[in-house]
Every structure is written in C-alpha cells, then in structure tokens.
C-alpha cells in the first residue's frame, strides 16, 4: 500500500466556499456568490525551418488573461457601484478621473471547515462591466443579483497557503 508523505487529502475540495478581498481591507467583499473561472490563454506561434517543409514548430507567444466575472445578491453595500462609477461619468468623459480604478484582488477558496486551501493574487483589476440589477420578475421566486465584469493583467497561485491537516 501507497503512503502518503506530501499531501494527505485525496478527495478534491468542493467548489462553493470561497472569499473575495479588496487589497487593503481587513473584511471580505460581502454576498459573493458566484466567480467565473481564472484562466490564461497562450498564443501558438508557429514557424518552420527552411529545410523542413512538412512538420511546422510550435513556440509559446504572448498570454493573455481572461476577464473574471463576480456575482453577489443584491444588498444595500456600494463595493461594486463605487469601483464601477470610477471608470464612468453622467457628466462625460472629462469628468471621469481614473485615480485609484485599478485594484488588486485576493480570492481564497476554503475547505469545508472554512481553513484556505487555495488562494490567488489577481493583479491590476477594473470594471469593464456593471449589472446593477437584474431582469425583474413578479412571477419569479429569486434573488436579485448583481454582477460585475473584472480585466485584470495577470494573476498567481500564493504559494503562502499550505496544506492544513483537516480535522
């Protein structure tokens, strides 16, 4: 039989306990409900020798970062108005200043007794886009929810969170 020295979960953690940070702030963005995945894309730069003219080589390009989407119920907290409203103006565009409209975030995702198990730095983060409420319906027996749109120019594992003995 197989020993486990390095990790000792085998099961893989479930999906639905996460927590998002603002950096700089002590409390997480309240009601998350929902974020789409993280993910990278690299380019495939292909090429061929000159003496080669059947096979094409292949070669990493530039990465790009996919726009990450969170999702939150409708409450009276104003976190993802105000980031909104720093990159948009009633009054035009010479009214809008982009000081401070980049964030960056910290989102850990928990095991079931809510110790990190993952966590990610995303870097240099704005909103693209702002869904302030949803489709209303009387008929419907829902939650309002509000979602905003994130660029971001990268993001990384913290490689801090280590592996916690569950109890």
Request: hydrophobic residues 35%.
């Amino acid at each position: 039989m197989a020993s486990f020295t390095k990790n000792t979960r085998i099961d893989p953690y479930k999906n639905f306990k996460f927590l998002l940070f603002f950096e700089g702030r002590q409390d997480p963005v309240a009601g998350i409900s929902k974020v789409s995945p993280l993910k990278r894309t690299t380019e495939v730069v292909s090429h061929r020798d000159g003496g080669d003219l059947s096979t094409p080589r292949h070669s990493p390009g530039s990465s790009k970062f996919e726009a990450i989407t969170f999702e939150r119920g409708v409450t009276f907290d104003r976190d993802f108005e105000e980031w909104a409203n720093l990159v948009y103006s009633t009054e035009g565009d010479p009214a809008v200043s982009l000081k401070n409209y980049k964030r960056n975030l910290l989102l850990k995702v928990n095991n079931l007794q809510g110790t990190p198990v993952r966590s990610y730095k995303v870097y240099r983060c704005w909103v693209s886009e702002y869904t302030a409420l949803p489709e209303l319906d009387a008929n419907a027996n829902a939650v309002m929810m509000e979602s905003i749109v994130v660029q971001n120019e990268g993001w990384e594992r913290d490689q801090d969170v280590k592996e916690q003995p569950e109890t």
